[in-house]
């Protein structure tokens, strides 16, 4: 029982210790980056989602219609929609 209670970080005068107690300066830091890579990384990825998803603005002339309308980003803008009206069709399985 003695080891479990180790392997939870209570010591056997029943105080409970934190879980880098015993950890070097180094290895704080090193974990610290770590989490904070991920973090960013995390956030950064996020925000590149979100601007890659995210719909064409409406245009404010012929020429930039005719731009917009040859972009791969409203090609992947028709197919979303077209996907999501099959999907809406009676009978479907779908949301």
Do not use: Y
């Amino acid at each position: 029982m003695s080891g479990l209670l180790e392997d939870l970080g209570i010591s056997a005068e029943g105080q409970r210790q934190a879980i880098d107690h015993d950890w070097s300066k180094t290895k704080r830091i090193a974990v610290a980056v770590a989490v904070s890579v991920i973090g960013v990384s995390a956030v950064v990825g996020g925000a590149m989602a979100w601007n890659a998803n995210k719909p064409v603005r409406l245009p404010r002339s012929a020429q930039e219609a005719a731009a917009v309308m040859a972009s791969d980003r409203f090609d992947s803008l028709d197919r979303r929609v077209r996907t999501s009206t099959r999907s809406r069709r009676p009978g479907s399985c779908g949301p």
